[in-house]
C-alpha cells in the first residue's frame, strides 16, 4: 500500500463521521467554504474543481454533493437530472444536516416548484431554526405563493434574530398589512420610527430627511391611516410629514381625500386647485373629485337633498371600487358623463368651469371639453320639464365654436371625441320603484341609438352646414349664431379664409360621424373625396380600412391599409394595424413579413423575438386565423405562448420581493402585489384561455380522425387501383411532412448545440464545448403536435377553474364553464346548472336575456338530466330547472314566450337566430315557419345587427333547406346594411 492510500485511510479514520454532521478536516473545511465562494460568484468551473477534491477524500460527504448538484444545474443546463440525483444523494448521506435540506430547497426553487421548497426550507429549519439565510429565502417563497400567515411569522423571527435592520421592520409591517392588520402594521412602523429618532445606525436615520425613502414610507404609513377611515389622523400626519414628503402630487391628492371626507370642502377645492396649478389639468380623475366637493359644498350650505356625491369619490383606496371601475368606467368619466344631474347642479358647475377655471386655464382640453356635457344635460332636463332655456342657443354655439376650432387645426380624433355626447339614459335593473338617484348614463355603442340620438342629428347638420360654407365661401360659418358674435365674424370673414385642408378635416370628421351611425356608404364617399384631396394622408387610408371591415371587405379594408402603410413606412402604429388586418383576412404568411419590418431579427428568428418581446396581440390574433383555418395544433401553440408569458410574469415578481423592501418603494410594491393577484384576470390571458378552451372542446366534439383506408369490396378494378394510388400518394406525402419537420427539428438542435454558453465562458474563463443551448420554446414542438395529445376536457377543466377563480365577473367565464361542464357528463349537471346561473346573472339587463346563454339554457333543459341522478341531485334540479325556465311549464312553452317577447325591436338579431333555431327545434313551428320569424324581423332599427350575426343566419336558413326566396331576402337585407359584404 502507498503512502499516499494509507494517509488518505488514516483521514478517513481519524472522521468516521464526516458527511453525517461532523465537521471536515480545516483542508477540505476551507475548500468547501471557496466551494460555496464560487458558487455564490456564479463561478461555477471553479466550485466543482473544490467539490470533487473535497469528494476525493470524502465521496459520501453530504454537504459537498448537495453543493456540487446545485453548481452543476447551473453549470450545465442539459445536466439537470444529474444535479437532482447528486443533491438526492448527499440528503441521503446526510438527513440531519441543514445545508442539504437548503440546497434541495433552492433546487426546486430553480425548478419553479415551490411548494417542495417550502418544505425543505422548513425542515432545514427544525435543524437549525435561527439560520437568517434559510428564514430569509422561506419569507420570499412564502410571500411569491401567497402564504400570508406563514411570511407574516417568518418575517417576525427575521426581526428578533435582527432587529437592528430597516429592510427587516419593514417587511414586518407589509405583511401584517397583507394579512388585513392594519393597526398592527401602523404599530409596526410607530415602533420602528421611534428607535429612529432613539438613534439607529445612518442608513436608518436617513429616513427622517427629505429625501425619497423617507417620502415613500411616510406616504405609505398616510395609506394606512387612510384605508382605516381616520381621516383626521392621516391629514394631521401629512401636515407634520410636509417637510420630508416629495411627492407633491400624491401629497396635495392625499390631502384633498382626507378634507373631502371631513367634510371641508372649501379647503378641498383649494387643494385641488393646487394640482391643477402644477398643470394635472386633463386628469379627469381630479374633474371628477372637484365636482364631488362643489356639489357637497352647495348640499352642505344650503342643505338640499341632492345626489350621494360622496360615492362619486374616486377612492383609490378601495380595491373593490378599482374593479368596477376599470369594468365599467372609462378614464375620462366624470359624474358629468355617468349620472344624471339636477338643472341647479349642472348650472353650478357651469358656471365655475366657465367663470373661474376656464380663464385660469385656457389651454386645458378637459376645461374646454366638460362644459359641453354640462349644457347638454341642462338642455335634456329642460326638455323634459318641458320648459324654454337659452341654454339651448349656449350648446349649439359653444359647440360651434369647439368643432370649428379643431377642423381648423387639424384634429383626426374629433368624431370620437365629439361620440362621448351621445348618451343614453339607462337605469339599474331592481324589483323596487326606481329612482332618480339611480339612473346613469351610457355612451351610445349601437348605430340604432345613435342614429335616433338629437345630439348625432344636431352634429350632422352641423357638419353639413360647414361643408356647403366651404363650398361656396371657403369658410366654416357665415351666418353668425348671436348678435354678440356679429361684428367678430363679420370682420373676420372679410379678410381671412380657411385653409383647404379644412374642407379636408370637414370631409374626414363626418365619415367617422357616419361610422358610428352605421351608415357606411356615406362614410366611404366622403373618405374617396378625402383621398381625392389629399393622397397623401396616412389618417384617411386608416379609417378607410375600418369603414371597409365594417361594411363587409375584409380585401378592400387590406387594400386600403396597406397602401397607408406604404405612405409612411417608419409608422410603426399603421405598421402594426396593417398585420392586424392581414391576420383578420387569413394571411399569416404576408402579416409576418409587415411585422418583421419593424423587428431587428435575424432572418427566420422573426417568431422567436416575438415570443421574447412578449407580443401578445400578434400571437392572439395569429392563434385566432389558425383556428379559422382549422389549424387547431399550431392555434393552440400560440395560445400556449400567451400563456407562457403570463407565467412568465407571474415569476417575475420574484426579484421584487427583497429588491422593493431594500429600496422601499412600499407603495408600487403593493399595487404590484395587487396587480400581480389579478394576473389572471388580463384581457390577453382571458382571451387565451378561452381560445384553448375552444379549441379542446372542439377537438372533443370532433376528435382527429386516423388515415383509415377506404373500402375496396365495393369497387371494381379500375377503382380499385386509382383508390389505391391516391392512398399511397397521401400516405407519401404525410411522411414527406413528417420527415421535414423532423428535419427542421434535427437542424435546430445541431445548430444550438455548436453554440457555446457565453454565460460559462464569462463566468469561468473558458469554453465549454459539450454544454448544449437548450432548444428555444418556438423550436420545440413547433407545430403543436404535443398538445393535441393532451387530454382535451382535461385542459378545458383547467383553464374554465382558472377563469371562474380569478375572472368571475365575465360572461365568457360562466358560458364556456358551462360548456366544458355538461360535456365532462351528467355528474357535473350541478356545475353546470351553477354556471348558467351565474351567467343569467351577469347577463340580466333591460334588453331581455342574452342569446348565448338562451341557447344554453334551452341545451340544459333539452338533456335527459335527471336520469341515473342521485335522489338528493334529482331534487335539486327538479327544483331549480323551473327557475332558470321563467316557470314555464315546458321547454316549449319557454321558447314559444321567447318568442313572443321577441317581436319588439329592442330585441338584438343574435337573441332573434337563437329564438328561430329553439322554435324549429323545440317549439311549436316548423323550420319554414321558423325561418319566416327570423327572415321578417329584418335588420333594419334592430339593435346588434353584425357582419357576423348576419352570416350565422344566413347559415342557419341553408342548413334548413328553406325557400330560395327567403334567403335572397335575407341577403338582400343584408348587403343593403353592409354593401362591400363578401362571402365567406
Not at 436615520?205 to 384605508?227: C, D, F, M, T
Not at 342521485?870 to 314555464?888: C, D, G, R, S, W
Request: glycine fraction near 4%.
Amino acid at each position: 500500500m502507498s503512502s499516499s492510500q494509507s494517509n488518505q485511510n488514516q483521514t478517513i479514520a481519524n472522521h468516521p463521521q464526516a458527511g453525517q454532521g461532523r465537521p471536515l478536516p480545516k483542508k477540505e473545511g476551507d475548500l468547501f467554504k471557496n466551494l460555496v465562494k464560487h458558487y455564490e460568484g456564479k463561478q461555477y468551473k471553479k466550485a466543482m474543481k473544490q467539490a470533487d477534491l473535497i469528494l476525493k477524500k470524502f465521496p459520501q460527504h453530504g454537504e459537498t454533493l448537495a453543493m456540487k448538484g446545485l453548481t452543476l444545474y447551473y453549470f450545465s443546463t442539459a445536466r439537470h437530472e444529474e444535479a437532482h440525483s447528486l443533491v438526492k444523494s448527499g440528503l441521503r448521506n446526510d438527513m440531519r444536516s441543514h445545508v442539504c435540506w437548503h440546497v434541495y430547497g433552492l433546487l426546486h426553487r430553480a425548478d419553479r416548484n415551490y411548494g417542495e421548497a417550502i418544505k425543505c426550507y422548513k425542515q432545514a429549519l427544525r435543524i437549525d431554526k435561527d439560520n437568517l439565510q434559510i428564514l430569509r429565502d422561506l419569507g420570499l417563497l412564502q410571500i411569491q405563493m401567497r402564504d400570508l400567515r406563514g411570511f407574516v411569522i417568518t418575517r417576525n423571527s427575521i426581526l428578533s434574530l435582527k432587529p437592528t435592520l430597516q429592510p427587516n421592520w419593514l417587511a414586518f409591517m407589509l405583511a401584517k398589512q397583507l394579512v388585513g392588520e392594519t393597526e398592527g402594521a401602523l404599530q409596526v412602523i410607530d415602533i420602528y420610527l421611534d428607535t429612529l429618532k432613539n438613534g439607529g445606525d445612518s442608513s436608518s436615520i436617513e429616513l427622517l430627511e427629505r429625501n425619497y425613502a423617507p417620502s415613500e414610507l411616510q406616504l405609505y404609513k398616510n395609506g394606512l391611516l387612510v384605508s382605516l377611515g381616520r381621516w383626521e389622523d392621516a391629514l394631521a400626519h401629512l401636515k407634520d410629514m410636509e417637510h420630508c414628503i416629495v411627492d407633491r402630487g400624491t401629497y396635495w391628492w392625499n390631502t384633498s381625500t382626507c378634507l373631502f371626507r371631513l367634510e371641508r370642502y372649501e379647503d378641498c377645492l383649494s387643494t385641488l386647485n393646487q394640482l391643477w396649478e402644477r398643470g394635472m389639468t386633463e386628469d379627469y380623475r381630479l374633474h371628477a373629485a372637484y365636482m364631488c366637493a362643489v356639489l357637497q359644498n352647495k348640499k352642505k350650505k344650503e342643505e338640499n337633498d341632492y345626489d350621494a356625491c360622496r360615492d362619486w369619490w374616486p377612492d383609490n383606496n378601495s380595491k373593490k371600487k378599482q374593479q368596477q371601475q376599470a369594468t365599467s368606467s372609462g378614464a375620462m368619466d366624470t359624474p358629468a358623463t355617468t349620472h344624471v344631474l339636477t338643472i341647479d347642479q349642472c348650472q353650478i358647475l357651469l358656471d365655475l368651469y366657465q367663470k373661474e377655471l376656464l380663464p385660469k386655464h385656457p389651454k386645458s382640453l378637459a376645461m374646454q371639453r366638460i362644459p359641453l356635457t354640462l349644457m347638454l344635460q341642462i338642455v335634456w332636463n329642460n326638455e323634459n320639464d318641458n320648459k324654454e332655456s337659452s341654454m339651448k342657443v349656449n350648446l349649439s354655439e359653444n359647440l360651434d365654436q369647439y368643432m370649428r376650432k379643431r377642423l381648423n387645426k387639424g384634429v383626426p380624433s374629433l368624431a370620437h371625441d365629439l361620440s362621448s355626447l351621445l348618451l343614453i339614459k339607462t337605469k339599474k335593473s331592481s324589483n323596487n320603484e326606481e329612482k332618480e338617484e339611480s339612473s346613469r348614463y351610457e355612451r351610445a355603442c349601437d348605430p340604432v341609438d345613435v342614429v335616433r340620438h338629437s345630439q348625432y342629428q344636431q352634429i350632422l347638420q352641423m357638419l353639413n352646414e360647414y361643408l356647403s360654407n366651404l363650398e361656396k365661401h371657403s369658410q366654416l360659418t357665415t351666418t353668425p349664431t348671436s348678435a354678440d358674435v356679429a361684428v367678430i365674424i363679420d370682420s373676420q370673414s372679410k379678410q381671412q379664409k380657411e385653409p383647404p385642408s379644412t374642407m379636408f378635416w370637414t370631409w374626414f370628421c363626418r365619415a367617422g360621424w357616419y361610422e358610428l351611425a352605421g351608415q357606411y356608404s356615406l362614410a366611404l364617399g366622403d373618405l374617396d373625396r378625402c383621398i381625392d384631396h389629399t393622397p397623401t394622408a396616412v389618417d384617411v387610408y386608416e379609417l378607410r380600412a375600418r369603414v371597409s371591415h365594417k361594411a363587409g371587405s375584409l380585401s378592400q379594408a387590406v387594400e386600403s391599409i396597406d397602401k397607408g402603410r406604404s405612405l409612411d413606412l417608419q409608422d410603426r402604429y399603421m405598421n402594426n394595424q396593417t398585420t392586424r388586418y392581414l391576420l383578420w383576412n387569413n394571411d399569416p404568411a404576408t402579416a409576418l413579413e409587415r411585422i418583421s419590418l419593424f423587428l431587428s431579427a435575424k432572418e427566420g428568428a422573426a417568431i422567436q423575438t416575438l415570443y421574447d418581446m412578449q407580443c401578445s396581440w400578434y400571437e392572439l390574433e395569429l392563434a385566432a386565423c389558425l383556428a379559422r383555418q382549422k389549424q387547431h395544433s399550431k392555434a393552440l401553440k400560440q395560445y400556449a405562448a400567451v400563456l407562457s408569458h403570463f407565467d412568465d410574469i407571474h415569476e417575475d415578481q420574484f426579484d421584487f420581493h427583497s429588491y422593493c423592501i431594500r429600496k422601499v418603494t412600499l407603495r408600487a410594491y403593493a399595487d404590484v402585489l395587487n396587480w400581480e393577484d389579478m394576473l389572471w384576470n388580463q384581457a390577453y390571458y382571458r382571451e387565451a384561455a378561452e381560445g384553448t378552451i375552444r379549441i379542446y372542446l372542439h377537438l372533443h366534439k370532433n376528435p382527429p380522425q386516423q388515415f383509415i383506408e377506404p373500402d375496396y369490396s365495393g369497387m371494381t378494378a379500375a377503382e380499385k387501383k386509382r383508390a389505391k394510388a391516391i392512398v399511397r400518394k397521401q400516405k407519401k406525402a404525410a411522411e414527406k411532412k413528417k420527415a421535414a419537420a423532423a428535419a427542421v427539428a434535427a437542424a435546430a438542435v445541431a445548430a444550438a448545440s455548436k453554440k457555446t454558453d457565453v454565460n460559462n465562458i464569462k463566468n469561468n474563463n473558458n469554453n465549454n464545448h459539450n454544454a448544449k443551448k437548450k432548444l428555444h420554446p418556438t423550436e420545440q414542438d413547433m407545430d403543436g403536435e404535443e398538445l393535441l395529445k393532451k387530454n382535451a376536457l382535461e385542459e378545458c377543466k383547467k383553464y374554465s377553474a382558472i377563469l371562474s377563480k380569478y375572472a368571475p365577473s365575465y360572461l365568457n367565464t360562466w358560458l364556456l364553464q358551462y360548456d366544458v361542464s355538461i360535456h365532462r357528463g351528467p355528474n357535473k349537471s350541478l356545475m353546470a346548472l351553477q354556471a348558467l346561473f351565474k351567467a343569467r346573472k351577469l347577463a340580466r339587463g333591460e334588453q331581455g336575456e342574452h342569446p348565448e346563454v338562451f341557447s344554453r339554457t334551452v341545451d340544459f333543459c333539452s338533456r335527459p338530466i335527471l336520469n341515473d341522478q342521485p335522489e338528493v341531485v334529482k331534487q335539486v334540479l327538479q327544483h331549480q330547472i323551473p327557475i332558470i325556465l321563467n316557470h314555464a311549464t315546458s321547454l316549449s312553452d319557454y321558447v314559444n314566450n321567447q318568442a313572443t317577447k321577441s317581436s319588439s325591436s329592442t330585441t338584438s338579431l343574435s337573441m332573434r337566430i337563437a329564438i328561430a333555431q329553439a322554435l324549429a327545434k323545440y317549439g311549436d313551428k316548423t323550420t319554414q315557419e321558423a325561418a319566416k320569424f327570423l327572415v321578417q324581423g329584418g335588420v333594419e332599427q334592430v339593435r346588434g345587427v353584425t357582419i357576423e350575426a348576419c352570416r350565422m343566419a344566413l347559415k342557419t336558413l341553408m342548413d334548413w333547406n328553406v325557400d330560395d326566396s327567403l334567403i335572397r331576402e335575407w341577403k338582400a337585407l343584408a348587403e343593403n346594411q353592409f354593401p362591400l359584404l363578401e362571402e365567406e
